[in-house]
């Protein structure tokens, strides 16, 4: 039986070339939320860029850097420096699961691979993430919320500015997404799947694990709320929700 995720220990790596170092704190606290992380790498040919950015990230987040020269111009040897290290660690027992940060297809088979051997393995990138790394993931945590919160307000005056130098469409806020039914039709196929007879009804964890296997990238704080109970009480016309703090049961209202 995997170990429960407090219980969990993580190996993160790194794919220095493709992620983000601004973005590094944020991305171990949400890799955090599913276990201990105790493996962090940063992979990387520090000669090609600057590395202020990167000693920073390093050194504020107890990462190991990792040096992979370009053996061949044009040819990126971080990804294979990483996978091998990943293989590695997979075969010492050290570890219970894995995050790849990473935006790259490339890592996709590997992400399979770990899960083949019944371990979590979790992808932080961005949105424009290939679907097949983020379909092989268990979880998949998108940058750009990551940016977003980083983001300080406007103010009133800037706000104007910026409305009237751009007139294309402003994206919707988060907050007011749980209004649309984006996510009602994936919590629905995920309650039919983890609904057990005869009663109808199907527990609210196995709800979420789930939702995780429908859509890697789905994020309740997407839709303004801290967690999934919240998210489906909202929209009552749609759920019903019963039990108590310590087991909650959800089903789908029939129209």
């Known amino acids: 039986m995997p170990p429960p995720n407090k219980a969990r220990r993580i190996a993160m790596l ?10 590094m704190e944020q991305a171990l606290a949400e890799t955090e939320k599913h276990g201990t992380v105790i493996t962090r790498r940063v992979y990387g040919n520090w000669a090609n860029f600057g590395t202020s950015t990167w000693k920073a990230a390093i050194h ?8 992979q020269f370009a053996y061949v111009p044009g040819k990126n040897a971080t990804d294979m420096a990483l996978i091998i290290e990943a293989m590695d660690i997979l075969h010492s027992g050290t570890v219970d699961g894995f995050c790849i940060v990473s935006s790259d297809s490339d890592y996709t088979r590997l992400a399979i691979r770990i899960r083949e051997a019944g371990m979590f393995v979790m992808g932080i990138g961005r949105s424009t993430t290939p679907k097949p790394f983020v379909a092989a993931c268990e979880v998949f945590a998108q940058t750009d919320s990551f940016v977003s919160a980083n983001k300080p307000p406007q103010s009133k005056a800037s706000k104007h500015n910026v409305a009237t130098k751009s007139p294309t469409k402003k994206p919707q806020p988060v907050a007011q997404r749980a209004a649309t039914d984006e996510w009602v039709e994936t919590v629905t196929q995920a309650i039919a799947n983890a609904t057990k007879p005869p009663d109808g009804w199907a527990n609210l964890a ?3 694990a789930q939702i995780r296997q429908l859509d890697p990238t789905f994020n309740c704080k997407d839709y303004g709320y801290r967690q999934l109970g919240l998210l489906i009480k909202s929209r009552p016309s749609s759920f019903t929700v019963q039990g108590s703090k310590a087991s909650t049961a ?3 209202v029939k129209r």
Do not use: T
Request: no cysteine.
């Open 60 to 67: 504020v987040n107890g990462m190991l850097p990792v040096q």
């Open 206 to 208: 196995a709800v979420g």
């Open 14 to 23: 790194i794919d220095g070339d493709n992620a983000q170092p601004a973005l």
């Open 250 to 252: 959800v089903r789908v």
